[in-house]
């Protein structure tokens, strides 16, 4: 009774994967829904989709140009912004240096600056020193960093990082959430649809975003 319960399971389950499509993403291959929805920022009109990544993460400077013009193209539909992955480290100088700049309203502004140092100028940003090295050079007051990178408020923004992880189930990056419901990432879709080609993997992922931005506006 086991061994065919079994069967039935896995031939749902491939059943369901033969069905998915980017354009029409199926719960559990192209996406999947979050055990608890998460409370979003409520802007008119709009659908809250949020980026989890991680300044070091390959992927994530891949897809960070694409996924840029998808929200430049749906700014009249999402409200777009970005969280740190939280390494879980005491220190975590990534989301230290993220959550800093995010106290400074520097955030957005110095995103690209801050991938370009890690994938293009192969710095590695794993220390205070190299972080602070950085900003100055840069173009951001040595004294005001300083103070946001050791600030109360910079310290309990990083431990809520790793609470909203925790709250939005991720576990790599890059993930994207819709309307605080529904996980998706790019590995979630190349492998729902392994006859895409690598360079069709961002596409289609952004095809999934179109789909779910679209099913939380009904």
């Known amino acids: 009774m086991r ?3 079994l069967s039935l399971a896995l031939a749902a ?3 369901g994967t033969a069905l998915a499509s980017p354009t029409n993403p199926v719960n559990g291959a192209e996406f999947r829904t979050l055990p608890t929805p998460q409370p979003t920022q409520k802007v008119e009109g709009k659908v809250e989709v949020i980026e989890f990544f991680m ?3 390959p992927a994530c400077n891949m897809v960070e140009a694409p996924l ?3 929200v430049k193209k749906n700014a009249d539909k999402v409200n777009f912004r970005r969280i740190h992955l ?4 005491p220190r975590d100088f990534e989301a230290r240096l993220f959550a800093t700049l995010e106290a400074l309203q520097l955030q957005d502004a110095m995103h690209d600056k801050v991938l370009q140092a890690w994938h293009q100028e192969r710095r590695r940003l794993r220390s205070d020193a190299e972080n602070l090295e950085w900003a100055v ?3 951001i007051d040595k004294e005001k960093f300083l103070a946001a990178y050791n600030s109360f408020g910079v310290n309990m923004r990083m431990k809520a990082l790793g609470r909203m992880a925790d709250s939005y189930a991720v ?3 890059p993930t994207i959430i819709v309307n605080g419901k529904y996980s998706t990432e790019p ?3 190349a492998q729902a649809n392994r006859h895409l080609a690598n360079d069709d993997v961002i596409p289609a992922s952004l095809q999934v975003l179109d789909a779910l931005v679209a099913r939380s506006r009904q």
């Open 13 to 15: 389950l491939c059943a």
């Open 187 to 189: 590995s979630m879709v």
């Open 3 to 5: 061994r065919l319960t």
């Open 86 to 89: 939280s390494s879980g480290e």
């Open 55 to 57: 300044y070091h993460c």
């Open 171 to 173: 576990t790599g990056t």
């Open 137 to 139: 050079r840069n173009g």
């Open 68 to 70: 840029a013009a998808w």
